[in-house]
């Protein structure tokens, strides 16, 4: 009886979890320390989902700002900062400036550069939020990529549970943001 107890509860973790697929790299003997100022540049939208890109910044903002542990310079302040007076992504940005350029305009050490990859909800029997994010983390002096991560997660709706893009959303930023202090010393 308790092992069919087990079992339940183990497939309603799994499903309420969700399926999940991820990829990192840190470089090796790299502090958190050594991040100093992070400058946020707004997430790409690589998607068809309007304003994804947009969500996901400012998800992932909180999720930092949550955390305690980063010195942040947000997407409204680098716009400011560099004269932009609407809304420009990430791969925009760095069109027009090289790292070293961005660094020393917004007095950031490091940029964390993000695309929104996936959006969407996925057809089936019940609709699935699909949430995928790609980030990386430059040096602004030298550009040399120190942390690099990508995850895809799809929620798996079960009885009354069907998620939403939102929280998937969450989830994808507090498990990156959890990744990366983790892989950081």
């Not at 969700?18 to 690589?46: E, H, M």
């Not at 998800?59 to 980063?70: P, R, W």
């Not at 079960?158 to 950081?184: A, H, I, P």
């Amino acid at each position: 009886m308790k092992l069919k107890i087990g079992v339940y509860i183990l497939f309603v973790l799994f499903l309420y979890n969700g399926c999940q697929y991820s990829r990192q790299f840190a470089k090796p003997d790299t502090y958190c320390t050594q991040l100093g100022t992070i400058a946020v540049l707004p997430f790409d939208n690589r998607t068809t989902y309007p304003q994804a890109g947009a969500i996901a910044t400012d998800l992932f903002i909180t999720e930092m700002l949550s955390k305690g542990s980063f010195d942040m310079v947000s997407p409204a302040e680098v716009n400011e900062r560099l004269g932009i007076h609407h809304w420009q992504e990430a791969s925009d940005i760095l069109s027009q400036h090289t790292p070293q350029q961005l660094g020393s305009a917004i007095y950031a050490d490091t940029l964390l550069i993000g695309a929104v990859t996936e959006y969407y909800y996925k057809k089936g029997l019940r609709d699935s939020p699909v949430v995928g994010l790609d980030l990386k983390i430059v040096v602004a002096d030298t550009g040399e990529t120190i942390w690099a991560a990508s995850i895809t997660r799809e929620a798996i709706p079960f009885f009354f549970y069907k998620g939403s893009l939102n929280e998937t959303t969450q989830k994808v930023c507090r498990q990156l943001v959890t990744d990366l202090k983790n892989s950081l010393k």
